[in-house]
């Protein structure tokens, strides 16, 4: 495995396996698959609520709890001070850990603030060994970064060959954060799979298209997370440490950007709105 460096010294490792939108009733089957296969890195959320399952995959694994880097994220629900310390530490007993590797801010709407400050005081009191935010875009990044009391160690966004995100990553460089990706194959949607760019970058290699944005991932310097509940197409995406993309497929794969997100930008009024909306639909089930 291979691993990236956080500003606080810590280090991730460069690919996961997510867990998003894996029922409960196949979560603790996959999270012990991706674990068998080699994953070091377990990409979870309150919102999921397949945390306990997670809690389970890694009691059942046999791994050390410090050989498995663990993260997980804090709902918009229980953003403020208190409520975002409370949820943590509702999130730790389910996942049967002492501590999470990683705690992001899923959202960057409401009182993002207080739950950042309770997040730094929770990594002070080690219960926590790297904070983060999620779906911050530049100018909400620059903002934690210079008020939110510490520079984030992480900012998950979504990054995939069709939303290459370029001024993000490179104002999170400028401000020492990593980026992590969610969403690298755009949940299997545009058909990126059948790109006739990245067919052809993989036909070149002997390849998958899977395989070769995860690699165009790691040679940009971005951490990411993917998540299938196949067992072949797990291993199949963990195997892209032993090729590498050349500075034109570099440069091929890049010339794809739509500018697009896959879902939505969070930028907008609408996307205010919705997030509003999920805190309603979800409430009691997080
Ligand atoms: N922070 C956030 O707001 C946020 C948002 C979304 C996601 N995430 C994180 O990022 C992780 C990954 O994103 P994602 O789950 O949305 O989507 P993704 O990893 O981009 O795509 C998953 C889709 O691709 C398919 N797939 C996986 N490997 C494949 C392969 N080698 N060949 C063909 N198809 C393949 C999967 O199907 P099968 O399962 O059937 O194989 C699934 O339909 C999530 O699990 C979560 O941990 C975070």
Redesign the pocket.
């Known amino acids: 495995m291979e691993y990236f460096k956080l500003n606080n010294g810590e280090r991730m490792p460069a690919i ?7 029922p409960k009733e196949a979560a603790v089957q996959a999270v012990l698959d991706a674990l068998e296969i080699g994953y070091r890195k377990i ?3 309150q919102s ?1 609520r397949n945390e306990e399952e997670v809690g389970e995959a890694l009691a059942r694994s046999g791994l050390r709890r410090g050989e498995v880097y663990v993260t997980t ?1 804090v709902w918009i629900e229980f953003y403020g001070y208190d409520s975002a310390k409370e949820s943590v530490m509702r999130s730790l007993d389910r996942l049967r850990t002492d501590y999470a590797d990683l705690v ?1 801010l ?2 960057p709407f409401g009182d993002y603030y207080g739950a950042y400050r309770a997040l730094i005081d929770l990594q002070r009191e080690g219960l926590v060994r790297s904070v983060g935010v ?2 911050f875009y530049p100018d909400r990044l620059s903002d934690i970064a210079a008020f939110g009391g510490e520079v984030p160690q992480v900012n ?3 990054i ?1 060959p069709f939303f290459t995100q370029k001024e993000a990553v490179d104002n999170m460089r400028r401000e020492g954060v990593l980026a992590e ?8 949607k545009d058909g990126i ?1 059948t790109d006739p760019t990245l067919t052809d970058i993989a036909r070149r290699h002997g390849r ?4 070769v944005i995860l690699r165009w991932l790691y040679q940009l310097g971005i951490s990411s ?6 067992r072949e ?2 291993k ?2 963990f195997s892209v440490f032993d090729f590498a993309l050349t500075e034109e497929d570099m440069a091929r794969v890049a010339a794809l950007d739509t500018g697009r997100s896959l ?1 939505l930008d969070h930028r907008t009024p609408e996307a205010v709105a919705l997030f509003k909306s999920f805190i309603e639909s979800r409430r009691g089930k997080v």
């Open positions: 996961g396996f997510g867990v998003y939108q894996i990409d979870t959320a999921y994220k992001l899923h959202q999620s779906n998950q966004i979504e995939n990706s969610w969403g690298p194959f755009r949940e299997g799979f998958s298209v899977a395989q997370n993917c998540k299938s509940v196949r197409r797990m199949e995406n879902f």
